[in-house]
């Protein structure tokens, strides 16, 4: 068996990730896009990285902002995951009670977290680019489980 992009995308389906929305608002246009790849990168500064495909819309909204933020959806907000990930709505917050972040992203209401960063530095990784951004505010208000994605499918955490 070679291993080819339909094996890569096997095997990282096995790594189980949380589920968030990444929010921007490039001058008066909100955006967001549903992500499992943020990570923490630094605590000394407070930094956070996200990796966007270069050929989604978000990419040139998140550039154009410079900054960004990372909600963590609790397993009550799977629908709006999926809203974020696969709808066509031309306006994904409509009906949403948004609040906003001191960048001015969006913050997603029911979140069980949220990163309100500034972009600090990007780095070319093939067909994405990875935005490293210092975190200027943020909040953890944690009620409920946390929205995890795993083989392809959306699900919570069961301890063992």
């Known amino acids: ?5 339909d094996v890569f995308k096997a ?3 096995q790594l189980a990730a949380g589920v968030t929305v990444v929010t921007t608002r490039a001058g008066e ?7 499992t790849s943020p990570t923490s990168l630094s605590m000394e500064p407070m930094l956070m990285l996200i990796c966007i495909d ?22 009550a907000q799977k629908e709006l995951g999926e809203r974020f990930a696969f709808s066509k ?3 994904r917050f409509e009906g ?9 992203s969006p913050i997603l209401p029911g979140n069980l977290a949220w990163c309100d960063c ?4 990007t780095v070319d990784a093939g067909d994405h680019t990875i935005f490293i951004g210092e975190v200027v505010d943020g909040g953890a208000p944690g009620e409920g489980e946390a929205l995890l994605y795993y083989n392809r499918a959306w699900g919570k955490f069961e301890k063992v």
Request: net charge negative; charged share 15%.
């Open 11 to 13: 095997a990282m389906g």
């Open 96 to 104: 949403l009670e948004i609040t906003r972040g001191t960048t001015g």
């Open 118 to 121: 500034k972009v600090v530095n």
């Open 89 to 91: 709505m031309p306006d």
């Open 29 to 35: 246009t909100d955006a967001g896009f549903t992500a």
């Open 54 to 75: 270069k050929g989604i819309r978000s990419h040139a909204q998140v550039t154009e902002a410079g900054s960004f933020a990372v909600n963590i959806l609790a397993t």
């Open 1 to 5: 068996m070679s291993f080819d992009q």
